[in-house]
């Protein structure tokens, strides 16, 4: 248990960031799912475009690294493009 005052109070910091960050990792993994899952082009060129955006956010609040979005985006915009 914390003894001092501000480590009470980065207890609580770390737990709100830690069910913030749980969040958005999943709002990522259900993205990238329904990408990978898109019965069409037309369709997984839409979701890719939205999925693109929520990478690129978890990336600026450092949730993922940068160059891990980066490799995300290149292979989700491979596996688009090979669809017919």
Not at 4 to 17: C, D
Not at 55 to 62: C, F, T
């Amino acid at each position: 248990m914390p003894q001092h005052k501000s480590a009470e109070k980065r207890v609580r910091q770390n737990e709100k960031r830690r069910v913030i960050n749980q969040a958005n990792r999943t709002r990522m993994k259900k993205a990238i799912k329904k990408v990978n899952a898109a019965p069409d082009k037309e369709t997984a060129m839409a979701e890719l475009k939205k999925t693109v955006s929520v990478l690129d956010r978890m990336a600026l609040k450092g949730i993922i690294h940068k160059n891990k979005a980066a490799n995300l985006k290149s292979q989700l915009t491979k596996r688009v493009n090979a669809m017919s």
